[in-house]
């Protein structure tokens, strides 16, 4: 079998709460790319077969247990197998916090050095982008991460940083064009090689519906995320209770989730006496949420910051409600005013402003004409900028051009633009031989701070 062009790194895969990653991997294996995918940990007892087929797990490499990985790496070492920058980073290393990161590493790069594959992705600043960094600080492969949201808002203490990983990192992907400028603006050092690319959606499994039907209780608004404080479900609430108070105008609210707010939330409802107009319905399936989005009349998520500085950038489900021809009221927040633009694709009111987010609420709700034409604005958009096939072009062209993805002919006569970005690549390793960057000062300076602490 022809060898693979990338190695993919993530904590979890396939899970249910990152869909996301999924559509990208399989978008990258319809476009003829061979991603060698591992997962950290083990995800087979998620039921999974609720939401993914089964061949979506096949060929994915979950890494051992921890007393199993530490075993295997020790027989490798007696065996002089181990980079010696590997063995000594295990001695000096001890006890210090995120060990697991440096085992895991040395497995996933003896399989990388198997197949013979120098670049590694993973998704989010977290486990996985850590563990890529110990693969470029111990095997010399390269690597890149896609940022989300809380993994670069929130303040971590692991002795790998951001900061860390924006140095040493290839290339970096984030998911918005907020996130792009708030990265630039931290790291200008690194604003070369930062790009957007917008998470993917598959158009196919979200259906424009255009006659959206009403029953008796009015016309249906609908959100969908984890019952967590920055998905804003609150506010939602609040609003509801407004619109009853003032408005007067029939409507119902199903809120598909579940997490650890459930409870204050279900007292919030049974506070504002508002139990007949909004319900939290538990999780659903993708193809149980496509057909309540299918009769629904309006999406709505009023994300806000969280108290530490977390918080939504991108929330797919407002993407895959503009699909589905929704028109989508949420807050002007992080990567949120890319997809709903207000006036056009839906309404847009400030963060925490649960009176505003009722009053655009009713805009729509008494207006079918409106919902119709901002729904169909949003499809448009949603096919036009985060359709699958578009984002994961982008991002083949970003990592070839800053990876060290293999040369694939098959690949270049099947899209000539990567020529240019295989140029790139090669020009940039000519550079690093002509005017070394200094990386081993700066990993030796930032390890052994580390490791003496």
């Given at each position: 079998m022809p060898g693979y062009h990338l190695a993919y790194v993530f904590e979890r895969f396939p899970t249910?709460?990152?869909?996301?990653?999924?559509?990208?991997?399989?978008?990258?294996?319809?476009?003829?790319?061979?991603?060698?995918?591992?997962?950290?940990?083990?995800?087979?007892?998620?039921?999974?077969?609720?939401?993914?087929?089964?061949?979506?797990?096949?060929?994915?490499?979950?890494?051992?247990?921890?007393?199993?990985?530490?075993?295997?790496?020790?027989?490798?070492?007696?065996?002089?197998?181990?980079?010696?920058?590997?063995?000594?980073?295990?001695?000096?290393?001890?006890?210090?916090?995120?060990?697991?990161?440096?085992?895991?590493?040395?497995?996933?790069?003896?399989?990388?050095?198997?197949?013979?594959?120098?670049?590694?992705?993973?998704?989010?600043?977290?486990?996985?982008?850590?563990?890529?960094?110990?693969?470029?600080?111990?095997?010399?492969?390269?690597?890149?991460?896609?940022?989300?949201?809380?993994?670069?808002?929130?303040?971590?203490?692991?002795?790998?940083?951001?900061?860390?990983?924006?140095?040493?990192?290839?290339?970096?992907?984030?998911?918005?064009?907020?996130?792009?400028?708030?990265?630039?603006?931290?790291?200008?050092?690194?604003?070369?090689?930062?790009?957007?690319?917008?998470?993917?959606i598959d158009m196919l499994s979200f259906p424009l519906v255009e006659s959206k039907g009403e029953d008796a209780s009015g016309p249906l608004v609908v959100s969908v995320g984890r019952l967590i404080e920055k998905k804003g479900f609150d506010d939602l609430i609040r609003s509801v209770a407004r619109i009853r108070d003032v408005h007067n105008q029939p409507f119902r609210v199903l809120i598909i989730g579940d997490g650890p707010m459930r409870e204050e939330l279900e007292s919030l409802i049974a506070e504002l006496k508002c139990g007949e107009n909004v319900k939290l319905v538990g999780s659903r399936n993708?193809?149980?949420?496509?057909?309540?989005?299918?009769?629904?009349?309006?999406?709505?998520?009023?994300?806000?910051?969280?108290?530490?500085?977390?918080?939504?950038?991108?929330?797919?489900?407002?993407?895959?409600?503009?699909?589905?021809?929704?028109?989508?009221?949420?807050?002007?927040?992080?990567?949120?005013?890319?997809?709903?633009?207000?006036?056009?694709?839906?309404?847009?009111?400030?963060?925490?402003?649960?009176e505003d987010f009722a009053d655009a609420l009713v805009t729509l709700l008494s207006n079918r004409a409106l919902c119709y034409q901002m729904g169909m604005a949003g499809h448009e958009r949603a096919a036009r900028i985060f359709a699958k096939e578009i984002t994961a072009k982008e991002l083949v062209r970003h990592l070839v051009a800053y990876g060290k993805l293999r040369l694939d002919f098959g690949l270049l006569l099947k899209y000539p633009i990567l020529g240019a970005c295989y140029f790139v690549q090669w020009w940039r390793r000519l550079l690093r031989l002509l005017i070394p960057r200094g990386k081993g000062k700066f990993a030796g300076i930032q390890q052994e701070r580390k490791v003496r602490g």
């Open positions: 249910f709460t990152q869909t996301f990653c999924v559509r990208e991997v399989n978008e990258l294996k319809r476009m003829g790319l061979r991603p060698l995918v591992f997962s950290i940990r083990d995800t087979s007892q998620e039921h999974l077969q609720e939401h993914f087929a089964p061949e979506w797990s096949e060929g994915v490499h979950v890494l051992p247990p921890r007393s199993e990985l530490v075993e295997m790496v020790s027989a490798w070492k007696t065996e002089g197998k181990l980079p010696q920058k590997a063995v000594l980073t295990l001695r000096h290393w001890g006890e210090r916090g995120d060990k697991n990161r440096i085992y895991e590493a040395i497995y996933i790069g003896m399989k990388m050095r198997e197949f013979n594959v120098r670049h590694a992705h993973s998704h989010f600043a977290g486990i996985g982008a850590r563990c890529c960094y110990w693969l470029n600080d111990l095997y010399g492969f390269s690597f890149s991460f896609t940022g989300h949201a809380n993994d670069l808002f929130e303040p971590t203490d692991f002795p790998v940083q951001l900061q860390d990983l924006m140095a040493e990192a290839a290339a970096v992907v984030t998911v918005s064009d907020y996130t792009a400028g708030w990265l630039a603006e931290r790291f200008p050092e690194s604003r070369y090689k930062i790009q957007r690319v917008y998470n993917g993708q193809s149980e949420i496509v057909e309540i989005l299918g009769r629904a009349t309006i999406f709505a998520l009023p994300c806000v910051t969280e108290e530490r500085g977390g918080k939504d950038n991108l929330p797919t489900v407002i993407m895959e409600a503009m699909a589905t021809g929704l028109p989508c009221v949420s807050t002007r927040l992080a990567g949120v005013p890319e997809m709903v633009i207000h006036d056009s694709t839906g309404l847009l009111t400030d963060e925490r402003s649960p």
